[in-house]
């Protein structure tokens, strides 16, 4: 059908229409990329966090090992085994919420390194270490197993440092991503809004124009058309 063809009240409807339409899809557009901002927002958040998180529980290393000379200087045993329990507890927390986040082969293979120095660190504790200091050794008869666990601690700290390194990497590059999306976001509204406009505006002018045109016709004529 031709806009001619067309009653005048059905032209001015279709003006309302296509407005309406518009608007509809310049809000979808709107809406779908603030969720992508959100999104992306979130996401650098919680990588923040995370990075934040594990910084934090990185001095979990020198924590125990604080708990384990203490054994051997104080040698109150039953006082630093509930320490040594507590600080177990803390550390399996810590690898457990590392666990969560680990979502690629950099930041599993810093857990798996922290993981094993752990578990080397309670075998050292749990065996020669607190066998000898029960005994009453000296600190030169300590020595090896002292350093050995003091490798061990070096090597959970290690382990938590390369995990923050890429925490904090990938919180960088998702704040890259959403300063870009944001960006694009700006100019894909602005174009939008600039062609709904010029759409609008063009058929405003079309639809007026044929109306203004059929005016002209005789009045009965006309009358018979706005109806």
Do not use: C
């Amino acid at each position: 059908m031709k806009l001619s063809d067309m009653k005048i009240v059905s032209r001015l409807r279709l003006i309302v229409g296509v407005s309406v339409l518009t608007m509809l899809l310049l809000a979808v557009i709107n809406w779908l990329a603030m969720s992508k901002l959100a999104d992306l927002q979130d996401r650098g958040v919680t990588m923040a966090h995370a990075a934040a998180q594990v910084k934090h529980d990185s001095n979990l290393g020198a924590q125990a090992y604080r708990v384990i000379a203490d054994s051997f200087i104080n040698r109150k045993f039953d006082e630093s085994q509930k320490k040594w329990v507590e600080i177990g507890r803390e550390i399996d927390a810590s690898l457990a919420f590392v666990g969560s986040i680990a979502d690629s082969s950099d930041k599993t293979a810093a857990l798996q390194q922290a993981q094993a120095a752990t578990l080397e660190i309670r075998r050292l504790y749990d065996g020669p270490y607190l066998a000898l200091s029960k005994k009453g050794a000296s600190p030169a008869e300590m020595g090896e197993v002292d350093d050995a666990v003091d490798q061990q601690i070096d090597k959970f700290q290690a382990g938590f440092d390369k995990l923050e390194t890429v925490l904090e990497s990938d919180a960088k590059v998702l704040d890259e991503e959403f300063d870009s999306a944001a960006k694009s976001a700006r100019l894909l509204m602005i174009i939008s809004i600039l062609a709904g406009g010029l759409v609008l505006v063009l058929l405003t002018q079309v639809v007026s124009t044929s109306i203004t045109g059929q005016l002209g016709m005789e009045l009965r004529d006309a009358t018979a058309l706005a109806h």
